[in-house]
Every structure is written in C-alpha cells, then in structure tokens.
C-alpha cells in the first residue's frame, strides 16, 4: 500500500492567491533545492539573501520536479519549462501549505527550542516516538523562517508524531512558527548566553525561548529545566499560554522528571531517573552528561503524550550522534587510527564546554594524543573575548595535549594556555587545516569544534582524504551535544 500524494492538484490550487500555469499533477513531496529534490516533488523557488531559487527553477524540473511554487512577477520566465504554481511570495505560499498540513493533521505534535541541545533532543524525540507510531521531524537543523514551515509542508498525511525544532537569532522570531506549528507539547532545553549579541541580556534569551510556548494548544504541555537560573522566566511564560501543565527536568529534588544518578562510559551513559513517581533505569547510546539530561526533558514529553515510560527509556539504547554534532568518525590509515569527533555543526560557550568535557570518554591508544582544533564562536558580542578565554578550564578537564585554534577571538583562548599545549593558531580555519593534517598522527583523537561561519567542518573531510588514502573510513559510536 502506498501512501497518498502529499498534496494534490487541488490542494495547490487552493492556495491564497495561486495561479496555476500549465497543470500540476499531485505532488510527493517539497524541496527547496534543486541539488536533493527528488522526482515527483515540489520546487519552491525561495528568494534568499545570497541566492534567489528562481534560477534554479529549470535545473528543478531537470530533476523531475512535478511542479514548481514561484512568484507570480517571474512565472513568465519559465514558459514551457513545467506544470508552475504562481503565487504572490514564495516563502508565504510555503506558509500556507505549512498551515494547511497543521490543519489536516491529526499527529500529536511536539515543538523543542532551547540555546543548546535543540537537535539532539529532536533526534531522540524522533527515535523514541518512532517507537509508538509514523514520526516526522525535520531534516538536519530546519529551524528557522523557511526550515519549520518546510518540515509542516512534508508532514506526511498519516503521520502519528510529529517533530519541531524552533531556533531564533533574534527576539520575536519563535512566535510565528510556534503559532504555526502548534504543539500540543513544547520544551525549552537550556537557556545559554548564545546569539548574546543580539540581546541586552541573557534574559531576554530566556524570554525569546520562552515564546515557544505562546503557540500551544489550550491544555498543552509545556517541559522546562528545573536546575536552570532561568525556570521561573520560563514558568512565568509557560504560566502565561494556553498550557494545562508544566512539566520540569533535571537533578534537583524539585524537578517532576529528575536523574537519581548519571554515569558515563566511553561510547554510552547510563541513567536511573524518577519520572513522575516511577523510577526508569536505561542506556544511551552516546557518551555525556548533557546528553543523558536532555533525555530527561524527552521522558518528561513521552508522560505528557501519555505514552509507556518505559519503552521510551528502552529506545534510547539506539541513540546516535547526528553528523557534526559528537559523531567519532574512525580513520584507518598507515600510520595507525585516527578518531575524528566531529562537533563541527555549530559552537557556543555551553557546547564548546560539553565538547571538550567528553573528550577524555573517547579511548586513547598507547602512544594517542587528544587534540583540539577549535575555531571562533559567533554571535557573542562584546562577550566574545571572554568567552573564549572563559574555555581554558574546559580544555583542562577535556585534557587536551595540544590545541589547535583558528580565528581572532581563538587567539585569547590559545595565549592564556601552557606553552606545552599549544598546538598552533591561525587566522582562520582553512590556514589552520594543513598545520592539523601535518600535526596529526595515527592514535591521535581529533576533536573539530567552531561555529558555522568559520567553516572548520572543512577539516573534518580533509582529515579523512589525508589518513583515509590507505584505510577505510567508518562511522564508530559517538558522543557529543547536539
């Protein structure tokens, strides 16, 4: 039995303000590039800041694309090129179809923001949920202004579950995804001074998280970190939506689901918490405190979804690391293994802490060196320098041999080390990358940490070309925070 078209002519028809140009045929999917669209899908040429998708609306129907969304102003241009849906705005028309698969839908819907730990806890929401019924969540990190209403769009129509990351750079920005998302549970991981440039105070970040939960559903669930500076900011805004229940997390006696204890091994942690009254006891597949307590705040929505505590807590055996986010990544060359921890997704003060922490979990061979290749960390305004600087204890207890840093706000970080630590610094990642390939030796663990901008995820592949050449490069067990 196969599933039914994810939208239909009509459906696309019936969008506010479209125009259909040619005839579109039913439509099994939604893209936003041309690169991974897949037969049969939906092209919605977005007009972003760097690229307009627009001219890449005939590669789309190259591709395969069943149909393209684009602006009416520009639908003249493709004539000829495939079955077109003119719309007034792009990303709108896309809104539309998002709030037309909310509508529809009859999952039960989660939505998760938080500073650090938004993605992992998604994945682990995906895993466990999958365990109850068909789950969606959206690919990679689809947070933002185009990525939420992207992932409603693919809602399959059967769908049990459905799963929302929600980011933000900047205050106001959560409220209208979470109004078009709706959930009937909504978490707040962590409040961190990340994106702290953008904000007077760390607050006002606990504020902007808080918007996630103006878009619940009356009765909703709202899941917030007990142990926290920042709960009762985050109660207050809880307190103040349409939610029926707030439900918090963490070590403290306070918290409704709270870790008894926590240990942690070299590919796996091991938890034994008290979820409302009922004492749990399971594995995770990955290494990290910060992983075993955000599986607390995924216990804490299973109880608000009314599902089976304990098969829940059993899923989380299965857990992985999402690619850039802890993944160990083992490099067979001539020279002995090298293990790659790749967290180079992103990186803020709490992350880059839990990174370097987890480094000592990882097995070190006779003869290994851990080291640390760390770029800038972005969006921190004037409390960048010290932020950076602020790391130094952090390499200690990750006992980092040598560290390797890249950018200008690295260089405080690298200065204020022993001497017998420094592993080299450069002005950015990419004058960086020879002088780790070069350092690099068999039975060394490579950790590779630094904000997006600074494209250290660069190494990452360059370290596998460089050690991979006489060996195999496979995927181990991993720990990181996502």
């Not at 290494?287 to 059993?314: C, I, K, P, Q, T």
Request: proline residues 5%; hydrophobic residues 45%.
């Amino acid at each position: 039995m196969t599933d039914a078209p994810l939208w239909t002519r009509d459906d696309l028809a019936g969008l506010p303000g479209a125009t259909l140009v040619g005839e579109p045929g039913d439509v099994s999917g939604v893209s936003i590039d041309s690169r991974t669209l897949k037969p049969g899908e939906l092209y919605c040429a977005i007009r972003g800041v760097a690229q307009d998708g627009h001219d890449y609306v005939r590669a789309a129907f190259a591709a395969g694309a069943g149909a393209a969304l684009v602006a009416r102003d520009r639908a003249a241009e493709f004539a000829g090129a495939g079955p077109l849906v003119a719309v007034p705005d792009v990303l709108h028309g896309l809104g539309d179809l998002a709030r037309a698969s909310r509508a529809r839908s009859a999952a039960r819907i989660v939505a998760v923001t938080g500073s650090v730990g938004k993605t992992g806890t998604k994945e682990a929401l995906r895993l466990v949920l999958s365990r109850f019924g068909r789950t969606h969540a959206a690919a990679a990190s689809f947070n933002n202004h185009w990525g939420v209403p992207l992932t409603l769009a693919r809602m399959p129509r059967g769908a049990a579950f459905g799963v929302f990351e929600i980011g933000m750079n900047h205050p106001g920005e959560i409220v209208p995804l979470t109004a078009a998302v709706r959930p009937e549970v909504a978490i707040v991981t962590a409040v961190e001074p990340v994106h702290i440039a953008h904000f007077r105070s760390v607050s006002g970040i606990a504020d902007a998280k808080g918007e996630i939960f103006s878009g619940l559903e009356p009765g909703g669930i709202a899941v917030i970190p007990r142990d926290s500076p920042h709960h009762g900011r985050l109660a207050a805004h809880a307190g103040a939506s349409r939610a029926g229940r707030i439900l918090s997390f963490g070590e403290g006696r306070e918290a409704d689901v709270r870790a008894l204890r926590i240990t942690t091994e070299a590919d796996a942690s091991f938890v034994e918490a008290d979820v409302t009254g009922r004492t749990v006891a399971y594995r995770i597949g990955m290494a990290g405190r910060h992983v075993a307590l955000n599986s607390l705040a995924v216990l804490a929505a299973v109880v608000a979804l009314g599902l089976d505590v304990g098969e829940a807590a059993a899923a989380y055996a299965e857990l992985a690391a999402p690619s850039g986010r802890g993944e160990r990544i083992r490099i067979a060359g001539p020279g002995g293994e090298v293990v790659v921890v790749d967290e180079s997704f992103n990186a803020n003060p709490a992350s880059m802490r839990a990174a370097l922490e987890a480094l000592p979990l990882v097995p070190l061979p006779a003869g290994g060196r851990r080291l640390a290749v760390l770029a800038d960390m972005g969006e921190l305004g004037e409390t960048g320098p010290a932020a950076h600087l602020g790391l130094a204890d952090a390499v200690a207890a990750g006992r980092a041999d040598l560290v390797f840093a890249a950018g200008p706000l690295m260089r405080g970080l690298y200065d204020a080390l022993p001497a017998s630590r420094r592993g080299a610094h450069a002005a950015s990642a990419a004058e960086l990358e020879p002088i780790v390939l070069d350092a690099v030796r068999g039975g060394d663990v490579v950790l590779v940490k630094g904000s997006k901008s600074t494209n250290v995820s660069k190494i990452v592949p360059a370290l596998r070309e460089r050690f991979g050449r006489d060996g195999t490069g496979g995927r181990a067990s991993a720990g990181g925070r996502g």
